[in-house]
C-alpha cells in the first residue's frame, strides 16, 4: 500500500482596492475574526475615501476573502485592521494583504508603520515579526470583550525604501 500523501491545493487570489459593494463580505469576515477590531461596516467606505485611508481586499474567484485597513499621516503609517476568511486562513492571503498595504507605504515615503494586536493574538504576532515589525510598547486593558493589553509594534523602513 503506498504512504498517504499530503496534497495541498493552492489558491490564487489577487490583491485590489476596496469597492462599496465588498462591505458585506468584510462585514462576513469580521464575524468570523473576533480578534480582529470590530468596526462598523460603513467605517471601511469611509476610511477608503479619507485622505491617507488605505483599503486592499484580496480575492479569488470574485469572493472577498481577506482585508486590510490602513492610513497614512505625513510619514508615518497605522495598520488598522487584517481579516482573513476562516477557509482561507494560514495560505499566505493575510501576508500578502500586509506586504500590498507596506508597498503602499513604501511608494509614498512613509519612514515608519504601527499597529497595535491583541496580546493573546500569537498568529498575528508571527506574522508581523515575520515582515520585520518588532515589539515597542504595550497598552494595559486597550481591549475589550474580554479585556486584554495590546501589544505595540513598529517596523522603520529605511532610505532604500524597505
Same mark, same amino acid.
Given at each position: 500500500?503506498?504512504?498517504?500523501?499530503?496534497?495541498?491545493?493552492?489558491?490564487?487570489?489577487?490583491?485590489?482596492?476596496?469597492?462599496?459593494?465588498?462591505?458585506?463580505?468584510?462585514?462576513?469576515?469580521?464575524?468570523?475574526?473576533?480578534?480582529?477590531?470590530?468596526?462598523?461596516?460603513?467605517?471601511?467606505?469611509?476610511?477608503?475615501?479619507?485622505?491617507?485611508?488605505? +483599503? +486592499?481586499?484580496?480575492?479569488?474567484?470574485?469572493?472577498?476573502?481577506?482585508?486590510?485597513?490602513?492610513?497614512?499621516?505625513?510619514?508615518?503609517?497605522?495598520?488598522?485592521?487584517?481579516?482573513?476568511?476562516?477557509?482561507?486562513?494560514?495560505?499566505?492571503?493575510?501576508?500578502?494583504?500586509?506586504?500590498?498595504?507596506?508597498?503602499?507605504?513604501?511608494?509614498?515615503?512613509?519612514?515608519? %508603520?504601527?499597529?497595535?494586536?491583541?496580546?493573546?493574538?500569537?498568529?498575528?504576532?508571527? +506574522?508581523?515579526?515575520?515582515?520585520?515589525?518588532? %515589539?515597542?510598547?504595550?497598552?494595559?486593558?486597550?481591549?475589550?470583550?474580554?479585556?486584554?493589553?495590546?501589544?505595540?509594534?513598529?517596523?522603520?523602513?529605511?532610505?532604500?525604501?524597505?
Amino acid at each position: 500500500m503506498p504512504p498517504e500523501r499530503n496534497i495541498t491545493t493552492s489558491i490564487a487570489w489577487k490583491v485590489r482596492a476596496f469597492r462599496p459593494s465588498d462591505e458585506r463580505a468584510i462585514s462576513e469576515i469580521l464575524r468570523q475574526s473576533r480578534e480582529a477590531a470590530q468596526w462598523p461596516p460603513e467605517s471601511y467606505a469611509n476610511l477608503a475615501n479619507s485622505p491617507g485611508g488605505v +483599503l +486592499l481586499v484580496s480575492e479569488v474567484d470574485a469572493q472577498v476573502i481577506g482585508f486590510v485597513a490602513a492610513r497614512q499621516a505625513s510619514d508615518e503609517a497605522e495598520i488598522l485592521n487584517i481579516a482573513v476568511h476562516r477557509d482561507f486562513r494560514r495560505k499566505g492571503v493575510a501576508s500578502a494583504l500586509l506586504l500590498a498595504a507596506l508597498d503602499t507605504f513604501s511608494r509614498s515615503a512613509v519612514s515608519a %508603520v504601527f499597529l497595535e494586536l491583541r496580546e493573546s493574538n500569537l498568529p498575528a504576532c508571527t +506574522l508581523y515579526q515575520g515582515h520585520g515589525f518588532v %515589539v515597542s510598547g504595550r497598552r494595559k486593558l486597550y481591549y475589550t470583550d474580554p479585556a486584554e493589553d495590546a501589544v505595540c509594534m513598529l517596523r522603520k523602513f529605511t532610505a532604500a525604501g524597505d
